[in-house]
């Protein structure tokens, strides 16, 4: 790309498209997680030769979080597709701008909706 900017111009911005819906999809998990209470969870012993992981059942509030607005916050880019779809529309490029706002929306919902039932589905 450093030496061929313009190689991929027509990509352009559909990187964000799929960066956000991958985001929409790991907030829907770290959203659907169950909570657990912390100060519960450190009173709990670990039996004698058992792995200390199997007494974690979930995430944290703090946990959850810095993950969802800490980790996917930065993940994803609002801005960067905000300022994408202004310029294709002041480019008269508005098939394209809409079909790239139909995506990040409507793929996000999705992937969001996907991330949670798959949670939901491996921690009951």
Known sequence: IATDPNRFGK???WHTAGINVAG?????????????????VNGFPTPNGANPLQRF???SPRTKLMMG??????????????????GWISEGKTARALSYVATNNIGGFVAA???MALVKRFFG
């Open 57 to 59: 059942q979930g995430l």
């Open 69 to 86: 607005v800490g980790f996917c916050g930065s993940f994803t880019t609002f801005s960067t597709f905000s300022v994408d779809v202004v």
């Open 113 to 115: 909706g996907v991330g």
């Open 24 to 40: 929409s999809f790991l907030l829907g998990g770290i959203s659907a997680a169950p909570t657990v209470d912390v100060s519960k």
């Open 11 to 13: 990509l352009t911005g």
